[in-house]
């Protein structure tokens, strides 16, 4: 096993950034190649974590622990590690950012800047889902921030100004909510016991009976609460939603990919490994209103979607609705119901990517995403509407595709969950799953529409897929089948991280 290897994982990007800011502007192909090859390097060293990760424990593994900024009376230490929780995730974003960078073909303009983000922003990623240390982890989910602000500005569309400050203004105050939790929580537990900023160790703190006098209830509800609504933002939940939409729709494609595929994720990994982990008790007694937003998310996201003219804005509309599910499994506090949260967000990342590559492709060729213009695709490029039909009947949640097991999971959960954490909690599965009847509606829509339907005109003669698209939908798919018909690759990972979760509320 390579030492230290999650620092190896989480800065090769930063450093394949750092080679392609010495080549000169006008060899686009080297630096093209640099950026795929530093991404293909980077997935097959968390191919290397994936294989070498122990299934039989729920601790942290492959831990790194150096002190950074002593202070005196607090450390700022450099402490990484993965679990179950973390370990999808860390695989989810190598596989979609290196396939986000083969998407990036398309870009013909400020090349070597654009690759430039594109790796920095997967070390943020990386390391958002392996710090253990609270400002290390604010400083690498800050450091998402700049790099997709600057790509959506730059290479977006023809309104990419209004919504990359939307995205940053929405998601910065959503960090700024999130560091005035983290400092109220490392001040109480400070006082109450030790000045640490190390996740896991808060986490015994505000367990420990002995700190209830100093720790007390109402602090921890209000904790939460800040918590939940700082990683709202970036799920997005509503009504802190809006910036989504725009963000999508002016982003290039493999943004796009990557913001859907990952960065939505990070908003629900921070609420289930901080809010869910050290406030585990806080986390069930607001359990029925987090299924109660998350059915909001699903119903409000599905409606929304179903009346959208611009393909793109449905895929985007259809994350929102999606990310209800994983909410709603959350909630549940029952191992099925979390596996299912957890299944969603690797599944959605697999599907949405494939959704937005695919929507993206269409474009290239049609110049319009007005899904009124786009019909009968199958008729002159067969093999992407094929795809683009293949990604929505994984959204659909067709059995033997991943998003089956995802949802499945989820409203079993949801549909078992005791009464003392969410009272009618049957009422709240059954109205739920409206969400997938309208998820069908919309999709099936959509699909009628664009790939079948009269052919127009002006798309008679188009270019079907080329040989570097098939390494992305090939990919894509291949994975949301897997995932569909042999669950246990994901769920022998999970699994013990999940019991671990639940069973901290008695679950």
Known sequence: MIPNILSVLVFLPLLGALIILTIPNEHKNVIRSVAGITAFVTLIISVIVWNGFNRSTSGMQFAENYTWI??????????????????PLLVLTTI????????????????KEYFVWMLILLTGMLGVFVALDMFLFFLFFELTLIPMFFIIGIWGGSQKEYAAFKFLLYTGLGSAVMLIA??????????????TLNFLRLAEIYANPANAHIISDAFKAGLFITLFVAF?????????????????????????????????KMGAY??????????????????????????????YGALLALVQKDLKKLVAYSSISHMGIVLLGAASFTTQGMQGAIFQ???????AALLFFMVGAIYERTHT??????????????????????????????????GFVSELLAF????????????????????????????????????QRTTFGQLHQSNAHLEDARPIEYIPMICLLGLTILIGVYPAILSDVINITVIDIVSKIGG
């Open 96 to 111: 979609v950012t290196f396939l986000g960078i083969i998407a990036s073909v398309s870009i013909k303009e400020r090349v």
């Open 345 to 351: 967000l690797v599944s959605h990342g697999f599907i």
């Open 182 to 195: 983290f400092f109220a929580m490392f001040y109480q537990g400070a006082v109450a016991e030790e000045a």
């Open 412 to 447: 079993m959960g949801i549909f078992g969950a005791s009464p003392e954490i969410i009272p009618a909690a049957k009422t709240i599965a059954v109205v739920a799953a409206l969400g997938i009847i309208l998820t069908a509606a919309y999709l099936l829509w959509a699909m």
């Open 369 to 402: 995403r007005m899904i009124e213009d786009l019909g009968g695709l199958s008729k002159t490029i067969p093999i992407l509407a094929g795809f683009l039909l293949a990604a929505a009947m994984a959204s659909v949640g067709l059995p033997g595709m991943s």
């Open 270 to 299: 921070g609420l289930l490994r901080v809010g869910f982990g050290i406030l585990p008790d806080q986390a069930a007694k607001f359990a029925f209103l987090i299924a109660i937003l998350g059915v909001v998310n699903i119903i």
């Open 232 to 264: 709202a933002v970036k799920l997005p939940i509503f009504p802190f939603h809006t910036w989504l939409p725009d963000a999508h729709v002016q982003a290039p494609t493999p943004a796009s990919m990557i913001l859907a595929g990952v960065l939505l």
């Open 70 to 87: 002593d202070l005196g009376f607090v450390s700022f230490n450099y402490q990484l590690g993965v679990d179950g929780l973390s370990m």
